[in-house]
C-alpha cells in the first residue's frame, strides 16, 4: 500500500503560480498528477518515471514542471502562467510497477482543489 497526500492548491489569478505537492508513504516508481474539471473527464497532466518524467499534457507544456525529490518521497507540480482552465481538482497518483504511461494508477490521494480566475 501507499498513502499519497497532495497539498499545496489554492486560488490566484491568471498568470500567477502555484506549487503542488505530494508525499508519498514510500519510494514507488510511477507517480503522476491527473486533473478534472467539473463536468470533465479526468486527464493525465505529468508524471514521473523512476528518475525521468513522462510526457506532459500539450496544454501544459513550457508552463507547468513536474520533479520528484527521492529523499522525501514527494512529487511536485510547479505550475506557473496559470490560466483559467487550468482550474480543476489535482490528483497525485502512484502505481506499483514501471509501466507508467496508458495504463491505470492504483494509488490516489485525496486530492487539491486549484481555481485560477481571470
Known amino acids: 500500500q501507499v498513502q499519497l497526500v497532495e497539498s499545496g492548491g489554492g486560488s490566484v489569478q491568471a498568470g500567477g503560480s502555484l506549487r503542488l505537492s505530494c508525499a508519498a508513504s514510500?519510494?514507488?516508481?510511477?507517480m503522476a498528477w491527473f486533473r478534472q474539471a467539473p463536468g470533465k473527464e479526468r486527464e493525465r497532466v505529468a508524471g514521473?518515471?523512476?528518475?525521468?518524467?513522462?510526457p506532459y499534457r500539450d496544454s501544459v507544456k513550457g508552463r507547468f514542471t513536474v520533479s520528484r525529490d527521492n529523499d522525501k518521497n514527494t512529487l511536485y507540480l510547479q505550475m506557473n502562467s496559470l490560466k483559467p482552465e487550468d482550474t480543476a481538482m489535482y490528483y497525485c497518483?502512484?502505481?506499483?510497477?514501471?509501466?507508467?504511461?496508458?495504463?491505470?494508477?492504483?494509488?490516489w490521494g485525496q486530492g487539491t482543489q486549484v481555481t485560477v480566475s481571470s
Open positions: 497518483a502512484a502505481r506499483r510497477d514501471t509501466a507508467c504511461l496508458n495504463v491505470d494508477y492504483h494509488y
Open positions: 514510500r519510494s514507488i516508481y510511477c
Open positions: 514521473v518515471a523512476g528518475a525521468g518524467t513522462t
